[in-house]
C-alpha cells in the first residue's frame, strides 16, 4: 500500500486541537482569583470609591416570621423565674444550641410569639435590642429586678456553591463580613467567579436576591457587604468549570481518539 507523505501529521490534527481545548478552559489566571483588585463607580450607589471610602454601619437583624427567640427571665424568687420560662432554670446545665431551640419561642406569621402567663407579644420587625426593652416593660407588671436574656436561636448562615467547604455555619458574633463568612467554608475554589457571587437574604416580602462583584472594592461600601442571620451565599462556577467536572469524559474521548488513529496509522502502513 502506498504512504502517502503528512498523512501521520493529517491525522494527528484532531488529537493536537482536543488537547489544545483542554489546556485553554482548564487554565485559570491570577486575575480571575484576586479579590477587591480595582474600583468603580456603580450606578446603583453613585459612589466613587477611591481612598475616602464611605464606612459602612451594618444594620440589625430585624425579627421575622418563623424566626426562634430563646428568652429566660430570671428574678430574685426562682419560682417566679420558674413561672415565666419554658425550661426550667434548676434545669441544669449550660444552655446549648439544642436546647435553646427545644424551648425557644418561636415567630409565628403573624409575627407574635406566647409566653406563659404573659399571653401574645409581638416582634415581628423588631431587634433584639427593642424586643428586650419591650419585654422589660411588659415583665414590670408581674415582677421586679427581672433580668430578661433574649437571643435568636437560627443564627446561621449556609455558603453553597464554589467554595471548599459547602454547608451550614453558625454565627458567632454579631458582626460579620461577606469575606468571614466564605472564610468559614475554606474560602473560595479556584473554579469560583469572584465577579458573580450571589446573596439571597429573606425579608418580610420575600427573598432579595443581591449580585456583586468580589474583585471590586465597592462591595467594602455595600449594604451586602455585612452578613445577616439566615443569608445564603452562592459562589457561581466559572465557565471553565462544567468542563473541568467532565474530565473524566473528555479522558475518555481523548483515549478513544487516541486508540483510533493508532489504528489507522497501523492499517495504513500494511
Do not use: H
Request: charged share 20%; aromatic share 10%; with cysteine.
Amino acid at each position: 500500500m502506498l504512504k502517502l507523505p503528512g498523512m501521520k501529521k493529517r491525522s494527528a490534527i484532531p488529537f493536537i486541537i482536543v488537547l489544545l481545548m483542554i489546556l485553554l478552559t482548564s487554565c485559570v489566571s491570577r486575575k480571575k482569583l484576586t479579590y477587591l483588585q480595582f474600583n468603580d463607580k456603580t450606578p446603583e450607589s453613585g459612589l466613587s470609591l477611591g481612598e475616602n471610602r464611605p464606612s459602612v454601619t451594618p444594620s440589625a437583624y430585624k425579627i421575622l416570621p418563623y424566626d426562634n427567640l430563646y428568652i429566660r427571665v430570671i428574678t430574685p424568687d426562682p419560682q417566679w423565674s420558674d413561672l415565666f420560662n419554658s425550661m426550667p432554670i434548676g434545669a441544669g446545665g449550660s444552655v446549648t444550641q439544642e436546647s435553646a431551640g427545644l424551648f425557644g419561642y418561636s415567630v409565628d406569621d403573624k409575627g407574635n410569639i406566647e409566653i406563659p402567663f404573659v399571653g401574645k407579644v409581638e416582634v415581628g420587625g423588631l431587634t433584639l435590642s427593642e424586643i428586650k426593652t419591650k419585654l422589660d416593660l411588659i415583665f414590670t407588671n408581674y415582677v421586679t429586678d427581672a433580668a430578661i436574656t433574649i437571643r435568636l436561636v437560627n443564627n446561621f448562615i449556609s455558603v453553597l456553591g464554589e467554595v471548599n467547604a459547602p454547608g451550614r455555619y453558625p454565627l458567632t458574633k454579631d458582626r460579620i463580613n461577606v469575606f468571614e463568612a466564605l472564610s468559614l467554608a475554606g474560602d473560595m475554589s479556584a473554579f469560583s467567579d469572584r465577579q458573580k457571587v450571589q446573596l439571597i437574604r429573606p425579608s418580610p416580602y420575600g427573598p432579595v436576591i443581591k449580585e456583586f462583584s468580589l474583585a471590586d472594592r465597592s462591595i467594602l461600601s455595600s449594604e451586602y457587604y455585612y452578613i445577616m442571620p439566615n443569608d445564603i451565599i452562592y459562589a457561581v462556577p466559572m465557565q471553565g468549570r462544567s468542563f473541568e467536572l467532565n474530565a473524566t469524559f473528555w479522558s475518555l474521548v481523548l483515549s478513544t481518539i487516541t486508540s483510533t488513529l493508532g489504528v489507522l496509522a497501523f492499517f495504513r502502513t500494511l
